[in-house]
């Protein structure tokens, strides 16, 4: 998966607890994305980082913070985990904002 | 919503046939790609066709691009098993510019 490594892969919780889900990427690339895929929704974006510590909001960012503090990493926060947020997330990686996008695995989410 | 729509949602055909998938967008673009998702995966990228070009090939893979009509038809010929998987375009649509995903096509490619 181009370099890309998303961890956890899988993970339950329950409502209220905080998660965080972190990526990581081998490939220097300027531009790091969180989307989440739902049935009938398709990718939507939540948050990206156009470098360290420059990060900006997606469609669906409400519930949702993210924090860069290296270039290779990513993570993203969910503060109170709700049942609404049961999806699987992807990180991706780009060098340019609207050049080809290298995804991760995915991380199944399953908050209870 | 900016989405990209893709049509048909899903699409049966038996191996050695072709595959094609519409998709339709509302905004101008700079380009437009196609991913494959196979079941449990991260998503793919395909081909990407830039709003200048007409038609693109890459192996089984033909894009055409009809930017007057804000649509894109990934053909993929002489399919086989392997190809089950969902497709998706992307452009980028978005207020800031981000890619716009669709939601995609699920391919079954019958043996």
């Known amino acids: 998966d181009a370099g890309i490594t998303q961890s956890p892969r899988h993970k339950v919780t329950e409502t209220g607890t905080p998660v965080t889900l972190r990526c990581h990427q081998t490939e220097n690339h300027r531009y790091m994305y969180w989307y989440r895929q739902d049935p009938g929704h398709g990718l939507r974006l939540i948050h990206y980082?156009?470098?360290?510590?420059?990060?900006d909001k997606g469609e669906v960012s409400d519930g949702y913070s993210v924090s860069r503090s290296k270039t290779e990493d990513f993570l993203l926060t969910l503060e109170s985990a709700t049942s609404s947020q049961t999806s699987v997330y992807f990180c991706?990686?780009?060098?340019?904002?609207?050049?080809?996008?290298?995804f991760g695995a995915g991380t199944r989410l399953s908050v209870l | 919503s900016q989405q990209g729509e893709e049509d048909p949602q899903a699409l049966s055909i038996q191996e050695g046939e072709n595959a094609t998938m519409n998709c339709s967008y509302k905004?101008?673009?700079?380009?437009l790609q196609w991913y494959r998702q196979n079941s449990g995966r991260g998503l793919v990228h395909l081909i990407l066709i830039r709003s200048n070009e007409r038609e693109k090939h890459s192996g089984r893979l033909r894009v055409t691009l009809d930017t007057s009509k804000k649509s894109s038809s990934l053909l993929i010929t002489a399919s086989r098993a392997a190809d089950t998987a969902s497709y998706f375009c992307?452009?980028?649509?978005?207020?800031?510019?981000?890619?716009?995903f669709g939601k995609g096509t699920k391919l079954s490619v019958k043996p």
């Open positions: 992307a452009f980028n649509g978005g207020s800031q510019g981000n890619l716009i």
């Open positions: 980082s156009y470098g360290v510590k420059d990060t």
């Open positions: 991706a990686i780009s060098g340019l904002k609207v050049d080809i996008q290298y």
């Open positions: 905004t101008s673009i700079n380009n």
